[in-house]
């Protein structure tokens, strides 16, 4: 079993490890989803976004892949989508009224 890769001290600035390798290009060198990033008044809250992420984990360790769709719709990436899908709707339904 994978576990997700945690990190704290999410509220302050990412700084460079003493380390060969940085902790997000490890993570990209073995496909492993980026570090889970929380602030420490997060430790103990029910609803903190860290505990549901373990407990989804861990409960359904099979969709592990998911937190990567999770990660794009953070990043903007389902945005682009949606556009895209939009506009090839619209191609379609211009398309099919032409015939």
Request: aromatic fraction near 12%; proline fraction near 5%.
């Amino acid at each position: 079993m994978e576990f997700p890769n945690v990190s704290t001290k999410g509220d302050r600035i990412e700084v460079e490890q003493n380390f060969e390798q940085q902790p997000s290009d490890f993570c990209h060198t073995h496909q492993l989803p980026r570090p889970l990033r929380f602030n420490a008044e997060d430790i103990g809250k029910r609803d903190s976004d860290v505990l549901t992420q373990l407990a989804s984990l861990a409960v359904y360790p099979h969709l592990k892949r998911a937190r990567f769709a999770y990660d794009l719709w953070q990043d903007g990436g389902w945005k682009m989508l949606a556009v895209g899908a939009g506009v090839i709707a619209i191609f379609g339904f211009l398309m099919g009224n032409l015939k």
